[in-house]
C-alpha cells in the first residue's frame, strides 16, 4: 500500500516510537513525503533533538535513516495538482501532501483530525495503521 506520509515525521525521531516501527517494519507500506517535509524536520531540528532527548549526531543518523524508507518526491512532480489539492486541504500549508496523494492516487498518513474533513483522499491516523496491521 502506497502512502502519502504528513506530518508525522517528528515522532520518527522518538525512541521506541510507533512511527519509526510502521516505516522501518512492514514491507507491505511504500512511504512518500513531499520534499519540503524533510526540510521542516532539519528547520526544527534544535526543537526536535530537545523534545526527543537526542544529540545532534543522533539526529543526523535517525535523518539518513528516514531517508532510506521514506521516498521524497520533488515538488514539480506534483505541483500541477496543487490547485486541486488546495480545494481540499484544511490548511494552506499541507495543500502538498494532498497535491502529491492526488499524484499517486493513494491516501494520506496523519494525525491531523482536519485532514478526515473531507472525502476525496483517504487519512490513516497511526491508529488506523495499527488496526489494519492487526
Known amino acids: ?3 502519502v506520509v504528513a506530518n508525522i515525521l517528528f515522532s520518527f525521531f522518538l525512541k521506541n516510537s510507533k512511527t519509526r516501527e ?11 513525503t513531499p520534499a519540503f517535509a524533510l526540510e521542516e ?15 545532534k549526531e543522533e539526529f543526523k543518523e535517525i535523518f539518513n535513516y528516514l531517508s532510506l524508507f521514506v521516498k521524497i518526491i520533488p515538488e ?6 496543487a490547485r486541486k489539492a488546495s480545494k ?5 500549508k499541507d495543500i502538498p501532501y494532498f497535491a ?4 499517486i492516487k493513494c491516501p494520506i ?14 487519512v490513516f491516523s497511526t491508529k488506523d495503521l495499527i488496526e489494519v496491521l492487526k
Open 100 to 103: 502529491l496523494a492526488l499524484k
Open 41 to 55: 524536520l532539519l528547520h526544527h531540528k534544535e526543537e526536535i533533538c530537545r523534545k526527543c532527548k537526542i544529540s
Open 76 to 81: 514539480e512532480k506534483f505541483k500541477d495538482l
Open 88 to 92: 481540499i486541504s484544511p490548511h494552506e
Open 109 to 122: 498518513w496523519s494525525n491531523e483530525k482536519a485532514f478526515k474533513n473531507q472525502t476525496k483522499i483517504k
Open 22 to 32: 510502521i516505516i522501518i517494519s512492514f514491507d507491505i507500506f511504500e512511504f512518500y
Open 1 to 3: 500500500m502506497k502512502l
